[in-house]
C-alpha cells in the first residue's frame, strides 16, 4: 500500500510537470514577434534582470531595446542568434530565436533556465530598457539624439512613476543631459 501511495504520487507530479511545460504556447519556427504574443497572454513577462550581465547594446539587440523588447538577454553577432528572458511567478523562460530583423525573427528552441547572474553583477539591477536609456544619454550629443532621448526618458519617467528608486536615477540623468546643462 505504501508503495502504491508513493508510486500514484509520483505519477501525479510527474504528470503535472509534463503539463506544466507542454502549456508553453510555442511553436519552433513561429514568428519571434507572435511567440512573445502569446506569452504575454500566458502571462510571461521581460526578466527585468536581462541583458544585465552583458553590458552596452550593440546590433540587433540595440534595436531590440529601441523597439520595446526589453526581454533580450543578448545576441551574437554574425548569424544573428538571440537569447530572450521571460518570468513568469518564480518561473524562467529562455526563448532563442535566429534573424537579423524583428519583424522575420523564429523561434529556434526555449528552455525553463534562469538567467546566469554574473559574479560581480549587483543583486538589484535597473530594468534592461533604463540601463539602454542612460547608455543612449551618454551618446545623444555625439550622435545629434539627444531629443529622442529626451522623449524616451519622459516615456520611462511614465512607465516607472510607481518605483521611485528608477524614477530617482532617470530624473538625474536627466538633468545631465546636454540641453539641462545650458
Keep these: 500500500m505504501k508503495w502504491f501511495l508513493i508510486g500514484t504520487c ?7 510537470s509534463v503539463s506544466r511545460a507542454a502549456a508553453l504556447p510555442l511553436k519552433k519556427g513561429e514568428t519571434f514577434v507572435h511567440a512573445r504574443s502569446n506569452l504575454h497572454l500566458a502571462g510571461w513577462r521581460a526578466d527585468p534582470d536581462a541583458h544585465a550581465g552583458v553590458g552596452e ?3 540587433v539587440d540595440r534595436r531590440l531595446i529601441e523597439g520595446g523588447f526589453d526581454e533580450v538577454d543578448y545576441c551574437s553577432l554574425g548569424k544573428t542568434f538571440c ?10 523562460l529562455r526563448l532563442r530565436t535566429e534573424g537579423e530583423q524583428i519583424m522575420a525573427m523564429r523561434v529556434v528552441s526555449w528552455s525553463r533556465e534562469c538567467r546566469e547572474r554574473g559574479t560581480d553583477e549587483p543583486s ?3 530594468p534592461a ?4 536609456l542612460l547608455q543612449r544619454r551618454g551618446e545623444c550629443a555625439q550622435f545629434g539624439d539627444c531629443d529622442g532621448v529626451d522623449a524616451y526618458s519622459r516615456k520611462a519617467e ?3 512613476a510607481g518605483y521611485p528608486e528608477i524614477t530617482k536615477v532617470l530624473q538625474f540623468h536627466a538633468r545631465q543631459s546636454p540641453d539641462a546643462r545650458k
Excluded: M
Design 57 to 59: 547594446y550593440f546590433g
Design 124 to 126: 538589484t539591477v535597473l
Design 158 to 160: 511614465k512607465k516607472y
Design 129 to 132: 530598457e533604463v540601463r539602454f
Design 10 to 16: 509520483y505519477l501525479i507530479v510527474s504528470l503535472a
Design 83 to 92: 537569447v530572450f528572458q521571460y518570468t513568469r511567478a518564480k518561473s524562467c
